[in-house]
């Protein structure tokens, strides 16, 4: 259990693990995650290196489009309530 919980989902294969875990299969339950490594890279980016572009001169923040952010964003979401759907109907 604390090999699960410890630390929060941050990358596609922690997402693996935890879905081995509770015994479920990405593609049974309709879970694409190949399309979510570019929205955990997106994240961590931001949270982890303040979203810094290290390439600029002045090191200035890396600039993102709403809608794709938007798009980002509803696919972790839509990710997670497949999970928490698929949990559910197991119990």
Do not use: Y
């Not at 931001?46 to 798009?71: K, L, P, S, T, W």
């Amino acid at each position: 259990v604390s090999e699960l919980t410890g630390s929060s989902l941050q990358a596609v294969s922690q997402l693996k693990r935890v879905l081995a875990a509770v015994a479920l299969d990405s593609k049974a339950i309709g879970l694409k995650l190949a399309d979510l490594g570019r929205p955990f890279a997106i994240r961590n980016a931001i949270i982890h290196e303040f979203d810094i572009n290290f390439a600029h001169v002045n090191r200035n923040r890396q600039g993102r489009a709403r809608e794709d952010m938007i798009d980002h964003t509803n696919a972790l979401l839509s990710a997670a309530e497949t999970i928490l759907n698929a949990v559910e109907d197991k119990v």
